[in-house]
């Protein structure tokens, strides 16, 4: 018997990087003005150029999330019905009290650590390449002075607020999951192409992402833990994510990651 659709996170995915590619695009726009319109090498030009170039390149970025998100929500829709109605490998309900208060206290500190160091690297190379590029446009004009120090103030301030926006943005997604999780009846199901936990989504069969390990790992509670690979272009990289298990059904998470190895292409 079919049950009731599994919430789509994908669709509230793309509203939200669809809300942040407007934000920047809105600033980008803004430093485009600025530029020209204010005076040559002003204050008001060079921080009009930093702002259109860095607020602008994260602008592209969230453009690109939102196309991607766009094209991903349908596929995702059409796997989340196959998987309500019973084309699942193993489901898991029945989690206690304390088995979600370790887990979200465990997702927590992990997030934490990634963000610590992940967005201000992101951030730092993208201003700072803009600002270097700024400077050694005006040592070859011969204009360096007050200008480069300006330059760099516009890029750090730009840069910081960017670091506290996306860090808060990322860090409160993951804080409102984790408080919704623990005040309803949690359930995992672990599809051939999913894995859905109280409306979280995995989704690791994409063209640009696969599966490449699955595990049981012990702990309290234990977790199924996946290593996907993500591939674009010359750039390879991989996450992990990890999803509870109620204490008791560690033999059944083993058979189910087994399983969702043996559906690797």
């Known amino acids: 018997m079919k049950r009731e659709p599994l919430s789509n996170p994908m669709h509230q995915h793309a509203k939200i990087w669809n809300r942040v590619f407007l934000v920047f695009l809105v600033l980008a726009l803004v430093g485009v003005a600025m530029a020209t319109m204010g005076a040559s090498q002003s204050a008001v030009q060079i921080t009009g150029l930093v702002m259109a170039s860095g607020l602008g390149t994260f602008a592209l970025i969230c453009g690109v999330m939102v196309f991607y998100f766009g094209k991903l929500t349908t596929r995702v829709e059409e796997i989340l019905d196959r998987v309500a109605g019973g084309d699942f490998i193993a489901h898991f309900t029945g989690y206690s009290s304390q088995e979600l208060r370790s887990y979200a206290e465990r997702e927590r500190g992990a997030l934490i650590k990634k963000v610590a160091w992940a967005v201000p690297l992101c951030v730092v190379l993208i201003y700072g390449g803009i600002a270097l590029g700024v400077i050694m446009s005006m040592l070859e004009d011969g204009t360096l002075g007050l200008q480069a120090w300006i330059t760099v103030g516009v890029a750090s301030v730009l840069g910081l607020l960017t670091i506290v926006f996306v860090r808060r ?97």
């Open 169 to 265: 943005w990322i860090l409160g997604s993951k804080e409102r999951f984790l408080v919704k999780m623990q005040s309803r009846e949690p359930e995992l199901f672990v599809g051939h192409d999913v894995v859905w936990f109280c409306g979280w989504l995995a989704y690791f069969r994409t063209p640009f992402a696969d599966l490449t390990d699955a595990k049981v790992i012990p702990g309290e509670p234990a977790v199924i833990e996946l290593e996907i690979r993500s591939e674009t272009g010359r750039h390879r990289g991989s996450s992990v994510v990890r999803v509870p298990i109620p204490k008791g059904r560690e033999i059944e998470a083993q058979s189910a990651a087994s399983r969702l190895l043996e559906g690797r292409r």
